[in-house]
């Protein structure tokens, strides 16, 4: 009897391409025609997963040219976990150089924006610090704080004005038409008490939200993001934030 | 209802847009469901939350897919891991796997790849449902494939996989739509095989919808779970029964989701098998 082991290497080769790989293991030879089912199954199960995870990148480019790259993505990447939900990280990346989406240079940002509803939807369920937490605290006390970003907290930045395209293009609904502008754009995504959330934010919040993800201390976080604006506009959106459920207390 | 086994009754398997649906569905019918563990292997999420919710009112099965039980390879620790996450958090009532490999080399294929019938598959397979066993801590059943071609093997399905709960003391998830399709595919018998299993190894059964192959049409029916229940399952199913009684049965859909009535209306049709089959006329 042939080999077991030889078998799965084999049907493997077949699954990548190579019909003739397991005909030894056939007992009737007309099936051959049949292997097609397997590849046809696993390359269509790999690909659902990416377009059903980059909803706004499939709006935006049509169905067949989605399911076009999305194969041409699966099998590069093939997934590596049977937990699908949150394959595809390398999606973004490989649109960015994917040659027939060279015409819409924004098309990777808008993925990366899809990729962060995903993280951020299957983020861990830590629950975000509230303005009640610091309460009864001196504003020294408070500036003291060193504090972190909720875990399912995503900033991101584009030249373009992409969060506007995404937003408009990620539900089923009728999508407004969105001229694309080539001008500096930020966004936070994240899982608020409320359900997932988005936002553009000012460079200045981006800023801020960067420097209290690296560590600094609040009250240093919210002098040096200001220095533009002035501290009452950050203050204001400090307190959204918090309101927002975009920070944590990790230290506490 | 206790939530710690499966009624001999039926469940759906649970979908996203059938939450809300089986929450408010009343707990007299025995409505159980069951699950892709996979599916709920994340950090977070909302389903998560909605499972916990669910468990709390209903019996729940984590019906696994990517487990490899029939692989070259030793099986993933990772996914073990997961798998014992689950199972604390969710305390299922049934957990299952299939007689299928689905990874190799670090790629996981996301499908359920057959395995020839040969006493070196038998020898894998037990290994690793002992193995998987043993991790859990539990005993687990095997699921019948569906087959597209027909594989060299040394013995039956029906001993293969008897053989198989025989020796690591699992028991069979018969599935009376893999057994129906299988049987069209390769050109076996349906009632043979059903006939050739032992009714106190079979702990569940699935029943499910298919679609002809697009090419080859209806000698080649492919294991879509997109349609109802086809009339000729129905039928096997209620042969089955009739001779190995009552069972936990599973109506499983998991493309073109129905709205759930359609599905609550399958469960009544299984559930008027499963009554029947307790009445002293068939005792």
Not at chain 1, 133 to 149: M, P, Q, R, T, Y
Not at chain 1, 204 to 214: K, M, N
């Amino acid at each position: 009897m042939l080999e077991q082991l030889t078998y799965q290497a084999r049907f493997a080769e077949m699954l990548a391409g190579s019909d003739e790989a397991v005909t030894p293991w056939l007992a009737d030879a007309t099936h051959i025609a049949r292997l097609r089912v397997y590849r046809n199954n696993v390359v269509t199960a790999w690909a659902d997963m990416i377009v059903k995870n980059y909803p706004a990148v499939e709006r935006l480019v049509g169905t067949d040219f989605m399911r076009g790259a999305a194969i041409a993505f699966v099998k590069k990447n093939p997934p590596q976990s049977p937990v699908l939900s949150t394959y595809g990280e390398g999606f973004p990346a490989f649109i960015q150089e994917f040659e027939p989406a060279r015409g819409l240079p924004y098309l990777a940002d808008v993925a990366r924006l899809d990729r962060a509803w995903t993280e951020a939807f299957f983020a861990p369920p830590t629950a975000p610090l509230g303005p009640g937490n610091l309460a009864g605290k001196s504003e020294v006390e408070v500036g003291a704080l060193v504090l972190g970003l909720h875990p399912s907290v995503w900033l991101f930045s584009s030249k373009w004005n992409a969060r506007e395209i995404w937003n408009a293009n990620r539900s089923e609904s009728d999508a407004p038409k969105i001229a694309l502008e080539e001008r500096p754009t930020w966004a936070a995504v994240w899982w608020s008490p409320n359900g997932m959330a988005d936002r553009a934010l000012e460079s200045t919040e981006y800023q801020f939200l960067e420097l209290i993800s690296g560590g600094a201390p609040l009250g240093d976080a919210l002098t040096k993001a200001s220095s533009k604006v002035g501290e009452s506009a950050l203050y204001q959106f400090f307190s959204e934030a918090l309101a927002g459920g975009l920070l944590t207390n990790p230290h506490k | 209802m206790t939530t710690d086994r499966l009624p001999s009754l039926t469940g759906i398997g649970l979908k996203p847009e059938h939450y809300r649906d089986v929450m408010n569905a009343p707990n007299e019918g025995g409505l159980w469901v069951e699950v892709h563990p996979e599916n709920y292997m994340t950090d977070g999420g909302p389903r998560r939350a909605w499972l916990e919710v669910i468990r709390a009112g209903r019996p729940v099965s984590l019906h696994g897919v990517g487990m490899s039980l029939a692989g070259d390879e030793p099986l993933d620790k990772a996914h073990l891991a997961r798998w014992r996450e689950l199972i604390k958090r969710y305390q299922p009532a049934m957990i299952s796997e299939h007689v299928a490999w689905s990874a190799r080399d670090g790629t996981y294929f996301a499908d359920l790849l057959p395995t020839p019938a040969t006493n070196e598959a038998l020898d894998r397979l037990t290994a690793n449902i002992d193995h998987m066993q043993t991790a859990l801590g539990r005993s687990i059943l095997i699921e019948n494939p569906s087959l597209y071609v027909d594989l060299k093997g040394e013995m039956t399905e029906p001993e293969f996989l008897v053989e198989a709960c025989k020796r690591t003391g699992c028991g069979l998830l018969l599935d009376v739509n893999n057994v129906f399709v299988s049987a069209n595919n390769i050109g076996r018998g349906t009632e043979d095989y059903l006939d050739a299993i032992p009714g106190d190894l079979i702990g569940e059964i699935h029943l499910a919808g298919h679609a002809p192959d697009p090419i080859m049409g209806e000698r080649l029916l492919i294991d879509d779970h997109g349609a109802p229940v086809a009339p000729e399952v129905w039928r096997l199913y209620e042969r089955l029964i009739e001779r190995v009684g009552p069972k936990p049965t599973l109506i499983e859909r998991d493309t073109n989701i129905p709205a759930f009535a359609e599905l609550a209306a399958e469960v009544e049709t299984a559930n008027a098998i499963l009554e029947r089959a307790l009445e002293p006329a068939n005792a």
